[in-house]
């Protein structure tokens, strides 16, 4: 049975009042709950869990990557379940078509011997969209998805339909086996928040999967939250107020990984052939709110920037010759602009 959330205040959240107070207590306990019962299922993978909490609240889509087996499917269904949301999961095949995937039109009888066009909603429409292995369909496939995921809404036969809210898409690519795939167009990428990696578990948690997945055990989540309780999340974290210094780390952050932007450090011209766009910092500062908020504050930090700066910039730094003869990733980039851009180096009110 899902607990509802206290209606926000109208205005943006102010630390120390009553209400905010109420709110952060029942959302603290909310996380816990969503966590025991995602931990009936999943075994570890926290980290991968609050990535995935804090797209979902900042009304964001997310990139999985990793081998198969890691149980990647299982936790967006899982996460679906306790979040009472609708779900569906999109097998992406090279045969696959775009109206395989947003619906089509249907020729069918409309009574008095005449016949008419009926819209029959694909897959998308779904508050949770799981694109499985989306690299492995040709990029005019792929691309239905774009409008879906910026707009919330589907055009088809010259009408747009709307898709309800809250809408997540996650979508997994296996890092390994790329023959035979497609490689998402830089458009493609740019839509998703967050690329996160999974990575193995340790040992006792793999001991764990395989005590757990070899026995009759009754693993059955129960739903937390429901649609309505996650809109509300979302209207609190986009009324959180955010310091023109932190935003201005994010944008510095965003700014210095491009290569012929003034002022970026000389490393970010050997080993980047393009940097990030201004969406990063967008989502560098909505997922420093979500961490925040995951985190039991109202107030965002630099830090919490810094949490974000990997899954949000991994995937908008594409790397040169320079750095892959070097076997230097977009992660190890990332960290030394960490290292580089220090919030003292501001440049406030600099002319347009």
Do not use: C
């Not at 509802?4 to 603290?28: K, L, R, V, Y």
């Not at 779904?126 to 989306?134: H, Y």
């Not at 809210?165 to 830089?186: D, I, K, R, S």
């Not at 580089?340 to 406030?348: F, K, L, M």
């Amino acid at each position: 049975m899902s607990t509802p959330i206290p209606t926000p205040p109208p205005t943006a959240p102010a630390p120390h009042t009553d209400g905010n107070a109420q709110f952060m207590q029942q959302f603290s306990q909310i996380k816990e709950r969503l966590m025991t019962e995602l931990h009936k299922v999943i075994i570890g993978q926290d980290a991968v869990i609050e990535t995935l909490l804090a797209a979902l609240f900042a009304r964001g889509h997310v990139l999985l990557v990793g081998v198969p087996g890691l149980a990647k499917t299982l936790l967006i269904s899982t996460l679906a379940r306790v979040l009472k949301l609708n779900f569906n999961r999109i097998q992406f095949t090279p045969d696959l078509m775009p109206a395989d995937i947003t619906g089509t039109d249907i020729l069918e009888d409309a009574g008095d011997g005449k016949r008419a066009f009926r819209f029959v909603k694909g897959p998308i429409f779904s508050n949770i969209v799981l694109a499985d292995e989306i690299n492995r369909t040709p990029p005019k496939t792929q691309s239905a998805l774009l409008q879906a995921m910026q707009e919330y809404q589907v055009t088809a036969g010259g009408r747009t339909y709307p898709l309800e809210p809250p809408f997540f898409v996650l979508a997994t690519q296996n890092p390994v086996e790329q023959e035979g795939t497609y490689p998402l167009p830089e458009a493609q990428l740019d839509r998703f928040m967050f690329m996160v990696n999974i990575g193995y578990p340790t040992k006792k948690e793999e001991r764990e999967i395989v005590r757990r997945t070899t026995m009759e055990l009754d693993a059955t989540p129960e739903p937390v939250l429901n649609a309505h309780d996650i809109l509300t999340v979302q209207k609190v974290l986009r009324k959180l107020p955010v310091s023109d210094h932190v935003i201005d780390y994010a944008v510095s952050l965003a700014r210095a990984t491009r290569p012929k932007e003034s002022g970026s450090a000389e490393f970010v011209g050997d080993l980047l052939t393009w940097g990030a766009g201004p969406r990063a910092a967008q989502y560098l500062v909505l997922g420093a709110k979500a961490h925040a908020l995951l985190n039991g504050r109202l107030n965002v930090s630099t830090d919490d920037v810094r949490w974000a700066a990997k899954p949000v910039l991994r995937h908008r730094l594409f790397t040169n010759f320079n750095a892959d003869a070097e076997g230097i990733g977009p992660d190890q980039v990332v960290d030394k602009l960490l290292d580089e851009v220090q919030e003292q180096n501001y440049v406030r009110d600099e002319p347009a």
